[in-house]
């Protein structure tokens, strides 16, 4: 089946623009999350979605981030007044809901955005 | 809070030798342990994972981790690598409460393989 799709796959923006990123989770995945991942670094995590609520986002980096996921599938990733140190790796993930049992998070290809 | 620690940054095995690649843990209880790879240009692809029982697990690809408590390691190996394992591997973890939270990463670890 399909997997977790982002788009766009690049994006070359310049400094103070907005940016969206979209990622569409593997159907029927409640579970949505979005990591950052820095050259060298390995990714971090910047916000969750369990359905349409966002149940975690303890790791955006200040309000210029910001994600919504209005019907509980698709979600973008908002970007306000862009900063060079912006630039990185998005990585999408998603998984199923066991009742508080272990999932597995499956990622996508990840938006790499620039900003100059 | 919880962290993952991959010593190495890079490792260079020749074709056909084993491999080990360690990972260490710091958190309080028990955490799922998961290894990712990343291929150049690409999104991470799940290895293996350990939520319980066994301590050897198995994996796609040939790998396998052993999750040791005593040591709050999950170290992967295996016992012949192919050039096409050259890639980056990075070891995550997730705290064991609900299930769904979110993956702490180690820095990765990028391997080469020579011919």
């Known amino acids: 089946g399909a997997g977790v799709s982002q788009t766009p796959s690049n994006k070359v923006t310049e400094k103070g623009k907005y940016v969206e990123l979209r990622c569409d989770p593997i159907?029927?995945?409640?579970?949505l999350y979005w990591y950052r991942q820095s050259l060298g670094q390995g990714p971090e995590f910047l916000i969750y979605?369990?359905?349409?609520?966002?149940?975690?986002d303890s790791g955006l980096p200040n309000d210029r981030f910001f994600a919504v996921r209005p019907e509980g599938s698709v979600s973008t990733l908002k970007i306000q007044r862009t900063e060079r140190g912006d630039s990185a790796v998005y990585l999408c993930a998603s998984s199923l809901t066991l009742g508080g049992k272990p999932n597995t998070q499956y990622f996508g290809p990840g938006t790499r955005l620039t900003v100059l | 809070a919880q962290s993952v620690t991959q010593p190495d940054i890079h490792i260079t095995v020749s074709e056909g030798a084993s491999l080990e690649l360690r990972c260490n843990y710091s958190y309080g209880a028990t955490p799922y342990l998961f290894w990712y790879v990343q291929s150049p240009g690409q999104g991470l692809q799940l290895l293996l994972k350990y939520f319980s029982g066994d301590t050897l697990v198995q994996g796609i690809k040939g790998f396998e981790a052993e999750f040791k408590r005593s040591q709050s390691s999950f170290n992967l190996r295996k016992p012949s690598v192919h050039w096409s394992d050259a890639a980056e591997y990075f070891c995550?973890?997730?705290?064991?409460?609900?299930?769904?939270?979110?993956?702490?990463f180690g820095t990765g670890t990028r391997l080469t393989i020579i011919p």
């Open positions: 979605f369990q359905g349409t609520g966002a149940a975690d």
């Open positions: 995550a973890v997730q705290i064991s409460n609900f299930g769904n939270e979110k993956l702490t």
């Open positions: 159907s029927g995945h409640t579970a």
